[in-house]
């Protein structure tokens, strides 16, 4: 029997605004909207986005031994995960992982975030807030810890691109105060009213936040978690103040476009049930500095040390717009014509361009005079034998054949780790 699709509370403002609505991770979600998702990437880029998110899931988790339990079931090393000196996870900061089973497979990759001493919130992928917590207690073990799982309880709504900041300091209570010291990976506030962290960051109305710079576009911006009750409201409030700075909501397919020209994997598409191994997102584990071993142990790491014919993922740029469909199972090729791998993602970046044997961005700072980007096809693959950055390989789907390059990075010039101070100053010399 086939699960109901589930509604986010913004469902009913997207659909009087147009949006093109599509099912995805169990819930009813905008592909697009009337501006088109040419216009809305090119938005992140040059002013902001705005992003219904609340189809995530979130997992609190207490206790006195709760860093034990984390520490365990969390792929990175929460005693050296912060910063270039690899210092602890702190309250305050959060970190980007996997949680893992015995075969080193992908449950869902998750970004852990310490709250407090002894509390931390765990935010996962759509409709896997309950698996994520189940996992938890199979392997809590006698540690004195309590799970919560808040599926469907929290409203999350993220906005991205350079004018992100500027759009929030008219709605926030003493936003110089709130983006002082707010790094990558960072955050402030909280969402429950009762708690002493929402304080720390409200809107003008009152409204407590949690407020984070985990961006998954790979753009600079900010992620809102707020009480359910009041998400319309504060996406409202958002969106208006946001008019004058070219804000446009964002549906489902910039997300992909986005992410995937950043070098983010979409879970259960470019991560899932094969080992966690042999990717792009190295920092996801804890790896020594040689990278000949990890530096804990955790469930599924003798897994990952011990794979008889491994796997490997890379990404890829196209030389054009032309990409394959991954609704066709496309396969990979070698030079040769063998098969040698399947397509995970494809996608077109329209923000990006090859000139001579670069790739800029409009984004760019040092792009050629006159620039303007056709856009490339890129995405990632997964294949059986180790390629080499600069390779090329073809893809095949039932239309058409396409020659990729392998890369080790796509979009160039990505403003996500940019000082919020830059930012504005930037900005504000354009306006």
């Not at 592909?31 to 809305?40: D, F, Q, S």
């Not at 780790?417 to 504000?428: N, V």
Request: proline share 6%; glycine share 8%; with cysteine.
């Amino acid at each position: 029997m086939q699960k109901e699709t589930k509604k986010t509370p913004l469902y009913d403002w997207h659909v009087a605004h147009g949006a093109n609505m599509v099912s995805f991770g169990e819930y009813e979600m905008p592909l697009w909207y009337p501006a088109g998702a040419k216009k809305e990437h090119l938005a992140v880029l040059t002013k902001a986005g705005i992003f219904d998110t609340s189809h995530m899931a979130l997992v609190i988790v207490i206790g006195p031994d709760v860093f034990e339990l984390l520490q365990i079931c969390f792929t990175k090393d929460l005693y050296a995960c912060v910063g270039k000196d690899k210092s602890p996870l702190v309250p305050g900061r959060c970190v980007y992982g996997a949680f893992l089973n015995e075969s080193g497979k992908v449950i869902d990759d998750a970004i852990v975030y310490q709250l407090e001493h002894n509390t931390y919130m765990t935010v996962v992928n759509a409709g896997l807030g309950g698996e994520v917590a189940r996992h938890l207690m199979a392997y809590r073990d006698r540690r004195n810890v309590e799970i919560t799982d808040l599926t469907d309880k929290i409203g999350k709504m993220d906005i991205q691109g350079p004018m992100a900041a500027r759009i929030l300091m008219k709605v926030l209570v003493d936003p110089e105060e709130v983006f002082e010291d707010m790094l990558y990976f960072t955050f402030k506030g909280y969402f429950d009213e009762a708690s002493p962290l929402a304080d720390k960051v409200r809107l003008i109305d009152g409204t407590p936040l949690l407020l984070s710079r985990t961006g998954y576009t790979g753009e600079f911006g900010f992620e809102i978690f707020v009480d359910q009750s009041h998400l319309v409201k504060v996406w409202e409030m958002i969106f208006d103040a946001g008019q004058d700075f070219g804000l446009l909501p964002c549906g489902l397919a910039v997300r992909d476009s986005l992410r995937a020209s950043a070098v983010l994997p979409l879970s259960h598409q470019d991560i899932g049930p094969w080992p966690f191994i042999n990717h792009p997102w190295h920092f996801a584990l804890p790896f020594n500095p040689n990278r000949t071993d990890f530096t804990k142990k955790f469930i599924g790491n003798e897994a990952l040390k011990n794979i008889d014919k491994p796997e490997y993922t890379y990404a890829f740029t196209g030389y054009d717009l032309r990409k394959v469909s991954v609704y066709d199972q496309p396969i990979v090729l070698d030079s040769e014509g063998n098969k040698i791998g399947l397509v995970l993602t494809c996608i077109c970046d329209i923000a990006i361009g090859r000139h001579g044997d670069r790739i800029y961005s409009i984004s760019s700072p040092d792009k050629p005079e006159n620039f303007e980007p056709k856009g490339l096809s890129c995405g990632f693959v997964k294949v059986k034998s180790k390629l080499d950055p600069g390779q090329v390989v073809e893809l095949k789907d039932k239309r058409r054949k396409i020659k990729v390059m392998i890369v080790s990075d796509i979009r160039p010039d990505r403003t996500a780790r940019c000082p919020i101070e830059e930012i504005i100053e930037q900005k504000e010399k354009r306006l």
